[in-house]
């Protein structure tokens, strides 16, 4: 009997012990759902920025298929939905009628049995020269990488091939072409990107994509067969640009030089790694192209050959980005967007819900100067429309540090910073963003070696990477002039810095433990007088 008894309580007591450990179970679930959705706002409140372009959920990277078509801009881009990381490709979609809100849309392209859906480009395809359109419908043909994951795994060098899907409702629903692939691989284990424009003067369709180490052009009539024309970048032992990693989403436009008729091409080929300041960059070249090759300008090349490259981003966080097609500026300029992030880190960087951001849209001009052509770049006047209040200040002077606006006046996670210094050969200067957590964003100007720099060792979070904060980012100043002027946008998680009218450029993304609430500007052992500051809240959510 005390034997039966003795089993009815260890039996009790083990139901008991179940059911605290289900209680406690319960708890601890309990906390770490509130602890999950505790991070996911505070994410959302930090870190997801107002006017640069995110997913709501999921992975992104390139930007793709960008075009305009009446009275819309359509941004795709490289997204995995089901992930925080780089998976499966599909193209993600957004449209906008600015370039500064965009609306995400339903993905646009699938993966399927040929492949994951790398990256490419879209054309408005008016003369139907495809033979798409049906009924006077204007076709959008989209140009893609299909990457074939089981060749892959195989080992396989014919990876990825060339194909096309188009739209028949302006690029909201897309039907695959039924003969893909429209370029087979060669036998180029990198073989990708393709980026594709109507060339008038020869009246015909022009592609480039990334082949490895070099770049290759082809052409067609109809857009479904191709040419092999030429290719640049690789040649005779000579290599071309930088090759510090693959070359991947190339880009080739004509554009006029800043108050001339004179017009000249431009090609931008991004290389992982191989940036100036460590990972992933975007590079430029600028010539002519005859319908068939590419030919670098003389002047150019003799800067290129002294070893100096041309980077479109001296920043750690601008890659892959590519041009609007169908639209150019009012001043003949082209547009522009970017990934805004580099891939030494962009899987790691601590955000859950969604990663990444794409760069604010910008206008590209092309500037002679004594040497050479170069590029310069400002963010679109469409941003203009959304300042708000402002706080602007003249001939303020400076020695040591002084603090110039906080956030009670101007929210500094959403705004635009104009600066102009009068005489800057004999100054240095640091301006900081910084919160009272200790958190602290660095950037500015040295006159010791006439360079731009970004510091984001202090900025945050910085752990998740080993190269996210182990060095300043530099850029040897462009510019001959004295005066020095300055356009900063900042979005809670990024500054983009346009220097001398936008001649050098540095992006880069940070991750504050709270926002940043006052800025500043630091000088050493030195008088310093800042011209002009004027500073606008962006009202963009």
């Known amino acids: 009997m005390k034997k039966h008894r003795l089993k009815i309580v260890v039996a009790i007591a083990g139901l008991l012990v179940v059911f605290a450990c289900k209680e406690q179970g319960q708890k ?52 995995y939905p089901d992930g925080n990381k780089w ?17 995400e ?18 054309v408005v395809d008016l003369e139907n020269t495809s033979g798409f359109g049906t009924g006077g419908q204007v076709p959008i043909i989209a140009m893609f990488t299909y990457h074939n994951m089981e060749i892959e795994k195989a080992k396989g060098i014919d990876v990825e091939s060339q194909a096309i899907a188009y739209s028949l409702d302006e690029g909201l629903t897309w039907t695959k072409y039924s003969g893909n692939p429209v370029i087979k691989n060669p036998g180029i284990r990198d073989f990708r990107d393709p980026k594709v424009s109507w060339n008038e003067e020869h009246k015909k369709w022009v592609m480039v994509l990334a082949a490895q180490d070099k770049v290759m052009f082809y052409g067609s009539k109809d857009l479904k067969s191709w040419e092999l024309l030429s290719d640049f970048g690789s040649e005779l032992n ?8 693959v070359w991947e989403c190339p880009d080739l436009f004509p554009i006029t030089v800043e108050g001339t008729d004179e017009t000249k091409w431009v090609l931008y080929v991004s290389v992982n790694p191989g940036g100036l300041n460590g990972g992933s960059a975007t590079q430029y070249f ?9 030919t670098m300008d003389k002047d150019f090349e003799t800067v290129l050959n002294k070893g100096q490259n041309f980077w479109i981003d001296f920043g750690k966080d601008n890659y892959a980005g590519v041009t609007f097609s169908n639209v150019t500026s009012k001043n003949g300029g082209k547009f522009y967007m970017g990934w805004m992030s580099n891939w030494e880190y962009a899987n790691e960087v601590p955000t859950e819900t969604w990663r990444s951001a794409m760069t604010v849209a910008r206008e590209i001009k092309l500037i002679k100067d004594d040497s050479s052509y170069r590029l310069a770049f400002k963010p679109v006047d469409e941003i203009d429309a959304y300042k708000g209040v402002k706080y602007r200040k003249e001939n303020i002077a400076v020695n040591g540090e002084l603090a110039l606006i906080n956030s009670q006046k101007i929210n500094l996670s959403r705004s635009a910073i104009n600066f102009n210094i009068s005489d800057i050969k004999k100054d240095s200067f640091t301006f900081k963003l910084s919160n009272t957590q200790g958190d602290e964003l660095s950037f500015g100007y040295s006159s010791i070696d006439d360079t731009f720099f970004i510091d984001r060792e202090k900025s945050g979070k910085t752990g998740f990477s080993d190269t996210f904060s182990n060095k300043k980012s530099i850029a040897k100043r462009i510019s001959g002039s004295k005066i020095l002027s300055g356009t900063i946008l900042l979005d809670k998680t990024s500054i983009e810095l346009f220097f001398d009218e936008g001649s050098t450029v540095m992006t880069e993304i940070f991750f504050p433990n709270a926002p940043f609430e006052t800025f500043s500007i630091e000088t050493v052992n030195q ?15």
């Open 527 to 541: 008088d310093f007088v800042l011209d002009l500051l004027e500073v606008n809240q962006l009202n963009i959510n």
């Open 286 to 294: 600028i010539g002519d192209f005859d319908g068939t090759k590419f």
């Open 238 to 245: 000579r290599e071309i640009g930088t090759h510090g990693g």
């Open 105 to 122: 849309q339903p993905i646009a392209l699938y993966p399927d049995d040929k492949g994951y859906i790398f990256s490419g480009s879209a």
């Open 28 to 79: 601890e679930d309990k906390e770490i759902m509130v602890k999950n959705e505790s991070t996911v706002v505070l994410e959302e409140e930090l870190y997801r920025p107002n006017y640069h372009f995110t997913p709501k959920v999921g992975w992104m990277n390139d930007p793709n298929g960008m075009f305009h078509y009446n009275g819309y801009y359509h941004l795709y881009f490289q997204h």
């Open 87 to 103: 998976g499966p490709m599909h193209w993600g979609h957004a449209i906008s009628t600015d370039m500064v809100t965009w609306k």
